[in-house]
C-alpha cells in the first residue's frame, strides 16, 4: 500500500511497510507543489518538455529543500525506452565518464545519492535489498517491460551483490492503468515472450477481433497493465508477492495529480521518483569521487 504524504510545499506517495526501514528515503512525487504554469503546472521536473529553466530550477529547490538533500546529490540519467542499467558503487577507482547517460534503471549502494527516474505514465519501480541495503530505481514503460527490466534489475542484484529475492522489497509507483492504456498489436507481439502475457493484456471487443483464426491477435486492440507485467518480472524471479506493493493509481485517471503523457496529449511535464540510502551528516557527493558505471543488461 501506497500512502500520500505532504512534506513543505509537495505531496508524494510512499510505501507504508517501508517506514520500518529508517536506512532509505524514497518518493513518488506527484505534480503539486511546484512553480511551473500551464501544460507543466506546477512540479515539473524535466527541461526537455519545453518549460523554463527558471521555473525546472525553482521545482528542484522546493524538492531539494522538502527532503532535505542538496541537489547535487539527486542523479539523473537519459531514459530512453531500453533495458539499459547504470551500476554506481565502489568496484573500481576510475573517473566516472558522464558522456552515455542513456539507461532506464540505476542501482546503488552509495549513501546520500538520490537516484531518480521521471515518468507520465510509464511504470516507476523502485527496489531495496534489506539485508545488504542496496537500492535501485527503474523506468518501464511497454518497450522497457516488453525487455524484461525489471527482472534483470533483479538478476544484476543477484549476480553482482549476492542480492535474494526473498530480501527484496519492491514498490510500483502510479502509473497508467489497463482502464486507459490501450495498445495495438505492435505491443502485445513484442510481449511475446513475457511469462504472464495472458494475463496482463485485455482483448478489446470489435470487428478486428471477431475475425477469427487469430486475426483479433494480429490486428486488434489491447489494455495492458503495465504495473501487473513488472510485478510478474519480479515473482518469476522470486520475490515473494507480499514485498511488492503497488500505488494502484492510474496516472490518467488522475491527471489533475499526476502528468499523463496519453491524456494530455504529449504536452506535459514529468514527475521525480527516487530513492536514496542515507548517510548521516553526509555532504553532497562530488561525480568524480564516484566509482565508474558499468553498463549491464
Known sequence: MLELVKQGNI???EAAAWRAYPFFTH??????GGVSEGAFASLNMSLKEGDTDENISKNWDIVAAAFGVSRRNFFQVHQVHRDRILAMDDAESQTFDQQDMDYDAIITNQPGLAICMKTA???????VDTEKRIV????AGWRGSALNISGKVLRLLSERYGTRPQDVQA????????????????????????PARDKIFTSQPGPETETGMGMGREMGKWKLNLALANRHQLQELGVPPENILEADICTSCASDRFYSHRKEGGITGRLLNF??????GCQALEMASLRPPRLLR
Open 121 to 127: 505514465d510509464c511504470v516507476p519501480v523502485l527496489m
Open 275 to 280: 530513492i536514496m540510502l542515507n548517510d548521516n
Open 171 to 194: 514498490a510500483i509507483g502510479p502509473a497508467i492503468g489497463a482502464c486507459c492504456y490501450e495498445v495495438d498489436a505492435t505491443v502485445y507481439k513484442a510481449m511475446e515472450f513475457h
Open 27 to 32: 518518493a513518488f512525487c506527484t505534480r503539486r
Open 136 to 139: 535501485a530505481a527503474v523506468h
Open 11 to 13: 505531496e508524494y506517495f
